[in-house]
C-alpha cells in the first residue's frame, strides 16, 4: 500500500444475530444440569420411534354402532262372528219386551252386559253361528228376523294384530230356558229392552238396540214383509284362528257348582 493511500476501514463481518422476543431477557441455563425426568423428548417422526405412542401414530377411528334390531312385527289375522238380540214377546206391547243378554267379568272386576256372538265355523253361514251360539250362550232358541247391521274393531292377543268383524241379526224367541253353562258366560238376564241403552256397555251394540227398535216398529204396524230383506250369507269354506282374550271359568268351578242359573242371578232348581 502506498503513503498516498489511506487505508479504508476494515468492515467487520459477524454471525447475524436474530430477533430477541419482548420479554425479560431469558437466564442462561444448561440443558445438562436439568433432571432427565424433567426433560421434554423430541419425538422423531416415524413408526418405531421409543417416545411415540400408539395414539400419535393411529388414526381415531369412530366407534362402530350396533344396528338396531327392527321390532317385531306382529303378524295380522281376520276373524269373524255372528250373533243376535233375542227379543221375547214380539207380539205384544213393547214396554213388556225384553232381550237376552249375556254378562262377563273383565279385569277390574266389572260386570260387562253384551250381545251374544261367536266365531262362525266352517260350513257355517252367519245366520246359522247367530241361532247357535245365542243358544250356547243364552240357553234360549230362535229365529232370524232381519240384519241389524256389523260391527269390525282391532285388538292384539297372543302375538297377533286380530281384525274382528260381528254380524248381528234381530232374532224372535221360540223357546228355551236361560242358562249361563257357557263357560265364557258370567251371568244371562232378560233385560226390558227399554233398558238397553244404559245396560249395554258398548257403544257400538247399544246403536245395533236403536235399530232393533226401528225395526220392531216397522214389524208390529207393516207385518214380516216390512222388515229388509237379509244379506246373502255363503257358508265359510276354511277354518280361522280363534282368539282367547275372555276370562274362561274352570271346570273345577263348574264341577264344584252344579246346576244351572235359570235367571241369571242364582242357580235354578
Known amino acids: 500500500m502506498s503513503d498516498g493511500e489511506q487505508a479504508k476501514p476494515r468492515r467487520r463481518r459477524g454471525r447475524r444475530r436474530g430477533r430477541r422476543a419482548a420479554g425479560p431477557p431469558q437466564t442462561a441455563t ?3 444440569t436439568q433432571p432427565r425426568s424433567q426433560a421434554t423428548p423430541k419425538p422423531v417422526p416415524g413408526p418405531h420411534h421409543s417416545n411415540t405412542t400408539a395414539a400419535e401414530h393411529k388414526p381415531s377411528q369412530p366407534k362402530k354402532s350396533r344396528p338396531r334390531r327392527p321390532p317385531d312385527r306382529l303378524r295380522t289375522v281376520h276373524e269373524t262372528s255372528a250373533g243376535g238380540l233375542v227379543i221375547n ?30 266365531h262362525i265355523e266352517m260350513g257355517e253361514t252367519a245366520e246359522q253361528t247367530a241361532v247357535r251360539e245365542v243358544a250356547e250362550e243364552t240357553g234360549v232358541q230362535g229365529s232370524v228376523l232381519a240384519a241389524l247391521g256389523s260391527i269390525d274393531y282391532w285388538f292384539v292377543t297372543e302375538g297377533r294384530r286380530v281384525h274382528k268383524t260381528v254380524h248381528h241379526y234381530l232374532m224372535r224367541f221360540l223357546g228355551g230356558e236361560l242358562s249361563d253353562e257357557d ?9 226390558p229392552l227399554q233398558e238397553l241403552p244404559t245396560r249395554l256397555a258398548y257403544a257400538d251394540e247399544r246403536r245395533l238396540a236403536e235399530v232393533a227398535g226401528e225395526l220392531i216398529d216397522k214389524l208390529q204396524t207393516d207385518g214380516p214383509s216390512a222388515l229388509p230383506p237379509l244379506p246373502r250369507s255363503t257358508p265359510r269354506r276354511r277354518p280361522q284362528t280363534h282368539s282367547h282374550t275372555r276370562n274362561r271359568r274352570t ?19
Open 30 to 32: 444448561d440443558q445438562s
Open 89 to 118: 214377546g214380539l207380539d205384544g206391547p213393547k214396554e213388556r219386551q225384553v232381550a237376552a243378554l249375556i254378562g262377563r267379568i273383565d279385569r277390574r272386576g266389572r260386570m260387562l252386559w253384551s250381545l251374544p256372538k261367536g
Open 183 to 191: 263357560v265364557e258366560v258370567s251371568e244371562v238376564a232378560w233385560v
Open 251 to 269: 271346570d273345577e268351578r263348574a264341577q264344584q257348582q252344579p246346576g244351572r242359573r235359570t235367571n241369571g242371578c242364582g242357580q235354578g232348581q
